[in-house]
């Protein structure tokens, strides 16, 4: 366990996985600032979570559970909206889950470093939640994991995930990469910074938006759809039913 980790684990519950590389192409400490640059749609992409979030939840005691959360930068934007809960953050990485751990130290989240592919903390949960994480797995083990989501939701739970997705063709596909980065651009990345992305999105196994609300409707989930998408980058939710 590195000194990030040791740090998570004296600072909240702490659960240790397998790190895999896409933890360690990171650098946390300037995940935040690129953020701004590097999601043209910032604002509208992680308000439109939240806002989902925020409408779905009538507990007052509700748990959440976001999954590759990263530096907290969902888990803020939606606890900004409602509230005081139960957070569990879950990622690959001891350094980014430090981080988040500082911005949400408000809310004492309990901190998981494992896979999304490993079980999911137990428990069930009023909301899941997750930005720009689950596109880093395969297809059938995004499907696993939306399937563990499902049973790991209260009746009327939601899952909100805002994603990068795949185009529905190549041409699509190369209008989605220009306009990413030339509103990067404009937004003052870096050459270097552009090119630090390109080589992490290599990693990526993103799928179409589509393909991805079809996924949830099978499972089970209510009302899945699409409620805000930006060439690339979409939020889509589900609802588990009542009863």
Not at 1 to 17: I, L, P, Q, T
């Amino acid at each position: 366990m590195n000194k990030s980790a040791e740090k998570a684990s004296k600072m909240g519950a702490f659960s240790y996985g397998n790190i895999t590389r896409m933890s360690k192409i990171w650098n946390a400490s300037e995940y935040d600032i690129s953020r701004r640059r590097l999601i043209p749609c910032y604002d509208l992409f992680y308000s439109t979570a939240a806002e989902l979030a925020v409408r779905s939840i009538k507990s007052s005691s509700a748990s959440i559970l976001d999954i590759g959360a990263g530096t907290g930068l969902l888990s803020e934007f939606v606890l900004q909206k409602v509230g005081p809960a139960s957070l569990y953050l879950l990622d690959e990485s001891p350094d980014m889950l430090s981080k988040a751990q500082e911005r949400l130290a408000h809310y004492n989240p309990k901190i998981f470093i494992q896979s999304m592919t490993a079980p999911l903390p137990t428990g069930t949960f009023n909301a899941v939640i997750s930005s720009l994480a689950i596109h880093h797995l395969f297809d059938d083990d995004k499907r696993d994991l939306f399937k563990r989501i499902y049973r790991s939701l209260t009746p009327g739970g939601v899952f909100i995930n805002g994603e990068q997705i795949l185009g529905i063709s190549e041409w699509q596909q190369q209008l989605y990469e220009d306009l990413h980065i030339n509103g990067a651009r404009a937004l003052g990345s870096s050459e270097d910074e552009i090119r630090a992305a390109q080589e992490r999105m290599t990693y990526d196994r993103c799928s179409t938006l589509a393909d991805q609300v079809s996924w949830l409707r099978e499972i089970g989930f209510q009302n899945a759809d699409s409620f805000f998408h930006s060439f690339r980058f979409a939020v889509y939710a589900g609802w588990k039913p009542e009863s």
